[in-house]
């Protein structure tokens, strides 16, 4: 089946801008989380959606990140006023027993740079 | 959060075994030891986990010490697609249900 999908693949953008951030979960998958992975670094938890409501958010690094999944299912990270520093891959993954698993399922990320 | 150590880098023959292992010294009852592994640009993957008891699956075993202090993964004929970095990881099911990466272990496989 297919797996998590993430678009796009590659953002270019300029420092000040807005960007949003699209991921498309396993069929069924109940919670889904955001992490972000700078070069050399593992990945950094920002936020975990149990269903259409943010169970955890406390990785988000301050309030111009915002992550919503009004349906359940599609996921969308924004960033408002892009900086340098927001530059990294912005991962994805979805997970079946609502979270109560380590087991996650993880997209092939999508490359922000912010010039 | 209980913490892993692991060394930065290791090397391994193809089709040798490779031995990856992690240090979680503070390991609670409840914390199951998960290993995923990331190749180059691509999102990370899945490989195995365990709570007490050593474990099996196509990809790799899971070997986890008694006191449940540290743990290694095996992967046990490596080839070259095997190259890749390996995260060793605690997760707790009940309060804290992310993952929280360390810096893993790049494992280079050679011919």
């Known amino acids: 089946g297919a797996g998590v999908s993430q678009t796009p693949s590659n953002k270019v953008t300029e420092k000040g801008k807005y960007v949003e951030l699209r991921c498309d979960p396993i069929?069924?998958?109940?919670?889904l989380y955001w992490y972000r992975q700078s070069l050399g670094q593992g990945p950094e938890f920002l936020i975990y959606?149990?269903?259409?409501?943010?169970?955890?958010d406390s990785g988000l690094p301050n309030d111009r990140f915002f992550a919503v999944r009004p349906e359940g299912s599609v996921s969308t990270l924004k960033i408002q006023r892009t900086e340098r520093g927001d530059s990294a891959v912005y991962l994805c993954?979805?997970?079946?027993?609502?979270?109560?698993?380590?087991?996650?399922?993880f997209g092939p990320g999508t490359r922000l740079t912010v010039l | 959060d209980a913490k892993t150590t692991q060394p930065p880098s290791m090397d391994c023959a193809e089709g040798r075994a490779a031995n990856l292992p992690c240090n979680h010294s503070?390991?609670?009852?409840?914390?199951?030891v998960y290993w995923y592994r990331q190749i180059h640009s691509q999102g990370p993957q899945y490989i195995i986990h365990?709570?007490?008891?050593?474990e099996t699956n196509e990809m790799a075993s899971l070997i986890i010490t008694e006191d449940r202090k540290s743990s290694t993964l095996i992967l046990p004929h490596a080839t070259l697609r095997d190259t890749a970095v390996y995260y060793c990881?605690?997760?707790?099911?009940?309060?804290?249900?992310?993952?929280?990466w360390g810096l893993g272990t790049s494992l280079a496989v050679n011919p």
């Open positions: 993954a979805s997970s079946l027993r609502s979270g109560s698993t380590g087991e996650q399922f």
């Open positions: 069929s069924g998958h109940t919670a």
């Open positions: 365990g709570l007490k008891n050593n």
């Open positions: 990881i605690v997760f707790n099911a009940g309060n804290n249900r992310k993952l929280i």
């Open positions: 959606f149990q269903g259409t409501g943010a169970a955890d």
């Open positions: 503070t390991i609670s009852g409840n914390e199951y």
